[in-house]
């Protein structure tokens, strides 16, 4: 037992790692078909539209902060981009250039509430989430726009164009998914930048007095989050043929969960990329297991809690133990 | 004499109506290990946050080698040579001890561009470093901060503040909390720190821990500076602590 536990407290990917591979065995053995190439590659699309906001959240949360604005930014940036295209006659690039560019500018206004007015991460997100889903929501009068004149467009196939191997069926996002995720594990374990992110999470005091920039470094993770969940609202777009000022409600908390679930700390100062991908593929296979075994999806969010409750409690009882030996 | 490192000229702090310091005047020399006393609510701590740039001067100038200098912040402080050392607050106790040493100062191997650490390079370093102030374990330089006991902890601050070739370095309390065989070993990194040509502030309410390790006792009450020239060879702990507590008058 203290063997495992050493483990799970220097690696906090193991335990939800054990825990993918028992949903995995469990749900197979009552559905089969659980891992069937149809439902991989439908299970697949939508996992890497989130899953590239949570990536994002991973380094925020690391770092002290999250933002609870993904979900409306998710919603606003497709329905900026659509409304400029179809409505002017300026091409798709540069609208979705335009609406990233904007993306990046609620991250940045995020990041000096937070940084320079020294107002909670909490509220100041709560306020963007509201101000980003009223705007998308204003500005379409609450209509969807039109995105299927996007298919002749190479930038649409850039983004998220198919590639079917045999039954299996890719999306161009599970691309930009796997090439962020390199990245930004990358950055986080290797890297200067992430040093000074878990110095940020850690004690931001101490980093300070070494002459970290904290605050620049929460400010760039703000516009990072901003910036993936707006990408990742385009991919959505135009993989749904609709960009629904509605759409993104209520991710964030699932973004979050997924973070959590990974082993990152809500606190700060310990995070992985690693366990957050696991963490989403855990979401993601609950909430289609549930129903291919025959639960009530209704009942999804149940499971969810309890595994999300459960994740807390191994991580504060490591850091217990962890801290009594200091 | 040996050359003058800090001079401090008529310092003084307020905090709103309370005047924690009223025109201090200290000096310390290169190689010098200075012990100071007082009472609590003497004005130690803020002496010294105000020489490690943690709070500012409300009047007083600073020379640090002759030339004044303006104490902004704490890298101010750290640019300027001067290392502070607290209990607990400045490691991040979930990095390690190699990261730990080498925070806003990483070496990068490669491009900047990409700023992927040298950490063959950090832990090489550390490991040196962790032997020359003398913890003796066999500790990897990959351990994180949490792992490590109080006296520990110390010896990572204090090694950090030796490698980045600091002048002085301030431990304030720093054997608080700790058994004895650690106090022990913080006063021998006092001793290795000192033998390396740096300087120390050492402030410690056991004074006898003060007399193991110090050329020089400088006593504060009220914000003043009441005595700054006790060699502890020559005098008693009873008289300092006379001194002190205001009993000598
Ligand atoms: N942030 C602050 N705001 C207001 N007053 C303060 C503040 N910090 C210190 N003081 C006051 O300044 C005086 C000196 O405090 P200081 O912390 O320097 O004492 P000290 O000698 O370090 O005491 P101790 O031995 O208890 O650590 C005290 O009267 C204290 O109450
Ligand atoms: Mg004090």
């Not at chain 1, 969810?304 to 030996?325: E, F, V």
Request: aromatic share 6%.
């Amino acid at each position: 037992m203290g063997k495992l536990s050493k483990l799970l407290s220097v690696r906090p990917e193991v335990g939800p790692a054990i825990l993918l591979v028992l949903l995995i065995v469990v749900f197979t053995s009552i559905n089969p078909k659980f891992l069937s190439i149809l439902n991989i590659s439908n299970t697949l699309a939508f996992t890497v539209e989130l899953g590239l906001i949570a990536l994002a959240m991973t380094l925020l949360m690391t770092s002290g902060e999250f933002d609870l604005s993904v979900g409306s930014l998710f919603g606003l940036t497709p329905v900026i981009m659509w409304a400029l295209f179809n409505g002017t006659d300026i091409p798709l690039e540069l609208a979705f250039l335009c609406a990233i560019a904007i993306a990046v500018f609620i991250g940045l206004v995020n990041g000096w509430f937070v940084t320079y007015l020294k107002i909670p991460s909490f509220l100041v997100t709560l306020g963007m989430l509201l101000v980003a889903r009223g705007t998308a929501l204003y500005i379409t009068d609450g209509f969807p726009q039109r995105t299927w004149n996007a298919s002749g467009e190479w930038l649409s196939g850039f983004l998220v164009g198919d590639i079917q191997i045999g039954a299996l069926r890719l999306y161009m996002s599970l691309f930009w998914f796997i090439l962020v995720a390199v990245l930004l594990h990358y950055t986080l374990q290797k890297t200067k930048m992430g040093n000074w992110i878990q110095a940020s999470g850690g004690n931001a005091d101490a980093a300070r007095a070494r002459g970290v920039r904290v605050d620049a470094t929460k400010i760039k993770l703000f516009v990072l989050s901003s910036a993936l969940a707006g990408f990742a609202g385009v991919i959505s777009s135009i993989r749904t043929s609709a960009a629904n000022p509605n759409s993104g409600t209520g991710y964030e908390l699932e973004v979050i969960a997924m973070v959590v679930i990974g082993g990152t700390a809500l606190m700060g100062g310990r995070g992985t990329i690693v366990g957050t991908v696991i963490g989403i593929f855990i979401l993601r296979l609950m909430r289609n297991g549930i129903v291919m075994i025959g639960v009530p999806g209704l009942a999804y969010n149940i499971f969810i809690g309890a595994i999300i409750l459960g994740m807390m409690a191994l991580h504060s009882w490591l850091d217990r133990r962890n801290q009594s030996r200091g | 004499m040996s050359e003058l490192l800090v001079q401090m000229d008529n310092v003084s702090k307020s905090y709103g109506p309370v005047d924690a310091l009223g025109g201090v005047n200290l000096k310390v020399y290169r190689g010098e290990v200075v012990g100071l006393l007082g009472d609590n609510g003497a004005g130690k701590s803020t002496l010294i946050k105000v020489l490690s740039g943690a709070v500012k001067a409300t009047g007083g100038t600073i020379s640090i080698k002759g030339k004044t200098v303006e104490m902004n912040s704490t890298t101010d402080a750290i640019d300027h040579g001067i290392e502070t050392i607290y209990q607990d607050s400045a490691l991040v106790t979930q990095l390690s001890i190699a990261r730990n040493l080498f925070l806003g100062r990483e070496p990068i191997k490669g491009s900047k561009f990409l700023g992927r650490l040298d950490e063959d390079k950090m832990a090489a370093v550390a490991s040196e470093l962790l032997k020359e102030v003398g913890i003796s374990k066999d500790i990897p330089p990959t351990t994180p901060i949490s792992a490590l006991s109080g006296g520990e902890r110390q010896a990572v601050a204090i090694a950090r503040a030796m490698h980045f070739e600091s002048d002085l370095i301030i431990l304030d309390e720093p054997t608080n909390n700790l058994g004895v065989a650690e106090t022990q070993g913080v006063l021998q990194f006092v001793r290795n720190a000192k033998a390396s040509g740096h300087s120390c502030i050492f402030i410690a309410h056991n004074i006898h821990h003060v007399f193991q390790v110090v050329d020089r006792i400088v006593v504060m009450r009220r914000g003043a500076i009441v005595a700054d020239d006790i060699d502890p060879k020559t005098t008693t702990v009873e008289a300092v602590e006379r001194i002190i507590t205001g009993m000598d008058s």
